[in-house]
């Protein structure tokens, strides 16, 4: 069994770009959770998705944008990067809520983006 | 909107001694509560869970309390080790917030030798 594989794991960007991060779930998972994390902060929750469709979203702005594709993989992207954007970005799989409404997450390692 | 507060921010033990990580959600409708511990550089990981259909659960060293009237639920480790060091994080989601998990702030956890 494999777990939650994320890539970049980090890069560096300039405000204004748009970037691109993956994130393979971990085997037998169908739902994808992308959270920011912030330095010294919780998790904050982006989005999440669900048959390949968004099922959930936070209080994040339309140039968050995400994918996922018919084998569970997802895409987060971000355009017109801003200072702000830089964080620690965090994809987690889960087999989605069960029926006592619990979400478990397996996190990955994350992708730590600069934007200077 | 949906919060959940997390205290304190930090927190120094001695080694063997219990650490006691408080924290309170504002939705109603949250009934799951799940616990991740962050190891510097590393990945959270989901230590322990409560739903809530229960009022207490426990894993060897740790255990977790719930109180719904009150909204509010802890994380107690006991016999504390070096290797409990690291950041706990709280959160809490329930059937009107869907798939969304709300995070704390955050604890760290230094445990002194």
């Known amino acids: 069994e494999t777990g939650v594989t994320q890539s970049p794991t980090h890069l560096i960007k300039t405000r204004g770009q748009q970037v691109t991060l993956r994130c393979s779930s971990q085997?037998?998972?169908?739902?994808v959770s992308w959270y920011q994390q912030a330095l010294g902060q919780g998790p904050q929750f982006i989005f999440q998705y669900y048959r390949e469709e968004e099922n959930g979203r936070g209080n994040f702005p339309p140039r968050f944008s995400g994918l996922q594709f018919p084998n569970y993989s997802s895409e987060l992207n971000v355009n017109a990067l801003e200072l702000d954007d830089s964080a620690l970005y965090l994809c987690?799989?889960?087999?989605?809520?069960?029926?006592?409404?619990?979400?478990?997450?397996?996190f990955g390692a994350g992708s730590r983006l600069t934007v200077l | 909107g949906e919060n959940v507060e997390q205290h304190p921010s930090t927190l120094s033990v001695q080694e063997g001694d219990s650490a006691v990580i408080k924290c309170t959600y504002s939705d109603s409708a949250s009934n799951y509560f799940p616990w991740y511990k962050q190891e510097l550089g590393k990945r959270p990981q989901l230590i322990i869970d409560?739903?809530?259909?229960?009022g207490e659960k426990k894993d060897q060293r740790i255990a977790v309390t719930l109180n719904k009237t009150a909204k509010h639920f802890s994380l107690h480790i006991t016999e504390t080790q070096p290797e409990d060091s690291a950041v706990y994080f709280c959160?809490?989601?329930?059937?009107?917030?869907?798939?969304?998990?709300?995070f704390g702030s955050g604890t760290r956890l230094s445990i002194r030798p």
């Open positions: 085997s037998g998972h169908n739902t």
């Open positions: 987690a799989s889960s087999l989605g809520q069960d029926s006592s409404g619990a979400n478990v997450l397996t």
């Open positions: 409560i739903r809530s259909n229960v």
């Open positions: 959160a809490a989601t329930g059937y009107s917030s869907a798939s969304k998990i709300i």
